[in-house]
């Protein structure tokens, strides 16, 4: 089965400086996606990305996916309060149509 | 649009009980698929549905069970209740093979 490893787990910027969070596959990844949460709540999508070298950007974030590294990275440009919460990466898992396989998260604090 | 609408929001049950949760998903997505997230497990997939059929399952005891009616609103039941259920379960639908997965708010079940 797909794996995915985050990095770094956890994350505390100043108000105002870029970060990125990394999302290692184990196996090739066939759609890749981003997702904020906050605590305890749903999850908010943010980006999809299919093709290898996609890139893909919304407001502030941009996400890009590296096939051949089998990773993508999610990028926040002049963080925000706003920002803060979990940061997860999910991969389908192109052998079994529907089903999602996440990363650990990426627990993100914005300090003012 | 409406979201994807999972009740209720909140559940305490005692140990040995069973519960069933509700998932109404966006309207003309047939696809409904759970996950149950956990401090120590994360987000893990437990099963999907489309057209009223299972089509893939997780790795969880057969305690865990779902259905899906003809109008695509979808079911999670739990039976004999362990502490360990205690978790967010969150469900997710989608047209079939398009586009990113919409995520509920989920259910808090806490187990006592």
């Known amino acids: 089965s797909q794996e995915l490893e985050q990095s770094p787990q956890s994350l505390i910027v100043q108000e105002g400086k870029n970060l990125t969070i990394n999302c290692t596959s184990s196996?090739?990844?066939?759609?890749l996606y981003w997702y904020k949460q906050k605590y305890g709540e749903g999850l908010i999508f943010l980006m999809m990305l299919q093709k290898g070298g996609e890139e893909k950007s919304h407001e502030k974030i941009t996400a890009k996916l590296d096939e051949k590294k089998q990773q993508s990275s999610l990028h926040i440009t002049a963080s925000q309060p706003s920002h803060a919460g979990i940061y997860l990466c999910g991969a389908d898992d192109n052998n079994a149509g529907n089903m999602l396989t996440f990363g650990g998260g990426t627990r993100l604090m914005v300090k003012p | 649009k409406a979201g994807v609408t999972q009740t209720p929001r909140y559940l305490i049950k005692t140990r040995g009980q069973q519960v069933t949760l509700s998932c109404s998903p966006i309207s003309g997505h047939r696809s409904v698929s759970w996950y149950q997230q956990t401090p120590g497990q994360g987000l893990q997939f437990l099963f999907e549905y489309f057209s009223e059929t299972q089509r893939n399952k997780g790795n969880f005891p057969g305690r865990f069970s779902g259905r899906q009616f003809s109008n695509s609103r979808s079911e999670m039941n739990v039976s004999t209740l362990e502490l360990g259920d205690s978790a967010l379960y969150l469900c997710?639908?989608?047209?079939?093979?398009?586009?990113?997965?919409?995520f509920g708010s989920g259910t808090r079940l806490t187990v006592v």
């Open positions: 997710a639908s989608r047209e079939q093979g398009l586009g990113g997965y919409t």
């Open positions: 196996k090739t990844l066939y759609g």
